[in-house]
């Protein structure tokens, strides 16, 4: 059985999650959990409420089968709903509510972090590097792990 590819995490993996950066393209295991919320923090980077996410998610579940399908717009309309177009942003977009659990950082760095509050992204984003090696346990070693990942994160 192949397993989930984010670090700190040991689920099933059953799908397949690609992305570009600058090195080029890239592909990774992850399981159900991570796909929905990845997926739905990518789109909502892009300007789709919550709602919405999860409607689309229930076009992608009914529409995956069919050979020919209609189109996520029309998809809508047939339920009398609207769709919100998707806008590229210059910067990474942090809801507030996005678990930091999402970086797959190591279970020592994701534990201290938990018992010192910082529990969101945009929390860890907002905190300094200085700060950050105030904590007791985290460490040099640690920082450089968390400035890594939200560096991979914005991307």
């Known amino acids: 059985m192949k397993i989930c590819e984010i670090q ?3 689920r099933p993996a059953k799908y ?10 890239h592909f990774s295991l992850v399981c159900a959990t991570h796909d929905r919320e990845l997926g739905r923090l990518n789109l909502m980077r892009l300007g789709m ?3 919405e ?3 689309f ?3 992608c579940k009914e529409t995956v089968d ?5 189109d996520w717009p029309e998809w809508l309309n047939q ?5 919100t177009p998707l806008t590229p942003l210059g910067k990474s977009y942090y809801t507030g509510t996005t678990s930091v659990e999402l970086l797959g950082l190591s279970p020592r ?15 860890l984003a907002n905190t300094s590097p200085y700060e950050l090696l105030k904590i007791r346990t985290l460490g040099k070693k640690g920082v450089a792990e968390i400035q890594e990942r939200l560096r991979e994160f914005q991307k």
């Open 109 to 123: 760095t994701w534990n201290t972090l938990q018992r010192n509050g910082i529990t969101t992204i945009e929390k």
């Open 53 to 55: 996410c999860i409607l």
């Open 79 to 83: 339920r009398g709903r609207t769709y």
């Open 66 to 70: 069919l050979l020919e399908h209609p």
């Open 16 to 25: 397949i999650m690609g992305w570009d950066n600058k090195n080029g393209k």
């Open 49 to 51: 409420p919550m709602e």
């Open 8 to 10: 700190g995490c040991h």
């Open 57 to 59: 998610e229930d076009y």
